[in-house]
């Protein structure tokens, strides 16, 4: 058995992000395309003999203790199977914090993981996927990885067969946004654009990236737009500089493009960086 492992981290984006209604458990029932893209974190996972949980990082801004989804994971797994090892976990951050791109639950999903080959658990990959709805609605998909329609509070997956690769650019303007406050301001009868799931899944299957651009939508916009118009602002600014289209992913602030044109992709990445820090030439990931 060995005693220490790296695990990668992708990121997510969402493609869509329909808002059926609010559940009785007081979560969002979620209609959602996710995508894993290749800007990764990298988790060194290693056992210790005493029997404690630390997180360390190359990130000041991430919190080094149990509020940190990869802490709870670590935790979680160990109590889980009876575990007596102490865990050591470094988390070299490449994913913007507060970004809606779900890198805290793809380091959490890559402990869950990683434990599972470090400690020969043999897990199957659905315990692994209900251990992470356990930490958070993202994190089952991070564990399954690739392409996939979400569904429920974002646990309930079905996995997409691979399209049209995608050439993406990344924009995360420099401010968070709270994904909590944005789901209690939602207000489903202010939402003027919905997401075409079944058009978009039908352009999907078909490798029509003009379709797959054309459909994207995310109804979260009704709110994060309100708060802070400079993500509209990114997304006008990407669509002249030649995107397909451009949408905010998650709960926001980050925006991202489809461009079809390489070069085009990397003329607007010099452009946005005249204005922001974080932008990154991306492509979607397959596991």
Request: hydrophobic share 45%.
């Amino acid at each position: 058995m060995h005693s220490k492992i790296e695990v990668t981290a992708p990121a997510k984006i969402n493609l869509t992000l329909d808002i059926k209604g609010k559940r009785a458990d007081g979560y969002h029932e979620l209609e959602t395309v996710m995508q894993q893209i290749d800007l990764l974190d990298r988790i060194t996972i290693e056992l210790t003999s005493e029997g404690s949980i630390s997180v360390d990082s190359n990130s000041s801004f991430i919190p080094h203790d149990k509020e940190n989804l990869a802490c709870q994971a670590a935790a979680l797994f160990l109590d889980k199977y009876g575990c007596e090892e102490g865990v050591r976990i470094f988390i070299e951050k490449s994913i913007p914090i507060g970004a809606g791109l779900a890198g805290g639950s793809s380091d959490a999903a890559a402990v869950l993981w990683g434990l599972n080959r470090l400690l020969d658990c043999k897990l199957e990959e659905q315990d692994l996927l209900n251990l992470g709805a356990q930490i958070g609605s993202d994190v089952p998909f991070c564990l399954l990885g690739g392409s996939a329609l979400a569904r429920g509070r974002g646990e309930l997956l079905q996995p997409l067969k691979h399209s049209v690769p995608l050439l993406l650019l990344l924009v995360k303007p420099d401010f968070q946004v709270s994904t909590a406050e944005v789901y209690k301001q939602f207000n489903l009868a202010q939402v003027e654009r919905f997401p075409d799931t079944r058009a978009f899944l039908e352009s999907w299957r078909k490798c029509d990236i003009i379709g797959i651009a054309a459909h994207m939508e995310n109804v979260l916009e009704s709110v994060s737009i309100k708060i802070f118009p400079e993500i509209a602002l990114i997304k006008e600014k990407l669509k002249k500089l030649g995107a397909l289209n451009a949408l905010m992913s998650g709960s926001g602030p980050s925006v991202f493009a489809v461009f079809t044109d390489r070069v085009l992709a990397l003329k607007a990445m010099e452009n946005m960086r005249t204005s922001y820090r974080e932008v990154f030439l991306v492509s979607s990931y397959e596991k």
